[in-house]
């Protein structure tokens, strides 16, 4: 297949991401995917079982904004959840999905959401310019059942005005962005704050 320069350059993108985020430890295993939308509305994506710190060009395939492989490549079986976030947000057009730990150690001590606020690393979201502003993490239920678990998903995103990541309990992170750097710096710093909130969680205990 001829893949168009758009693709090409989006594939590329995912692959230099793969790099920093497996030197962050957060794609363990060949875990995780990542996506990016192309100008005409289809989607580059990671195919199945690779390991994102090793990614080459040929192991991004291309989709429909419906899931349909257009290339005869395998999809990762959590394409629909990032199809599904592209239609809900028509602004984004990268989505990373980490299986970092401190998003999983976050879902196992934290109930159906994570609250962050009064951090100066808020401002690193887009459209955000104060640490004075609330931002919540919604925590989802992990399910096998990916249709189930998107449409959960995109009915809780629904009326949230201000939403930058979501995390599925003891299973890892998603968060997005309008490019694929834009999806990474919000992905460093939700780890970042993630972190924070774990080491706060701590010293409160002890
Ligand atoms: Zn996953």
């Not at 989709?63 to 999809?75: H, Q, T, V, Y």
């Not at 239920?141 to 998107?150: S, T």
Request: charged share 25%; net charge negative.
């Amino acid at each position: 297949m001829d893949y168009s320069a758009d693709f090409i350059k989006a594939a590329e993108a995912l692959c230099d991401a793969g790099r920093f985020i497996d030197a962050k430890g957060w794609v363990p295993a060949t875990s995780g995917n990542f996506s990016a939308r192309l100008p005409d509305g289809n989607i580059a994506i990671t195919t199945s079982g690779k390991h994102k710190g090793h990614l080459k060009v040929e192991d991004i395939m291309l989709i429909d904004a419906e899931a349909n492989s257009l290339d005869g490549k395998k999809p990762s079986a959590e394409t629909l959840l990032h199809t599904f976030l592209y239609k809900r947000y028509p602004a984004v057009n990268a989505i990373l999905h980490p299986h970092s730990m401190n998003a999983i150690i976050i879902s196992k001590l934290f109930g159906q959401k994570l609250v962050l606020e009064n951090y100066e690393l808020l401002k690193a979201f887009k459209g955000i310019n104060t640490h004075e502003v609330k931002i919540e993490i919604p925590i989802f239920a992990n399910h096998q059942d990916i249709l189930h678990l998107a449409n959960i998903i995109d009915r809780h995103l629904e009326p949230m005005k201000l939403c930058y990541g979501y995390i599925i309990a003891g299973h890892g992170l998603y968060t997005w962005g309008d490019s694929v750097p834009d999806a990474l710096r919000h992905l460093e710093a939700l780890d970042y704050l993630f972190e924070c909130e774990l080491r706060l969680h701590g010293v409160r205990k002890t």
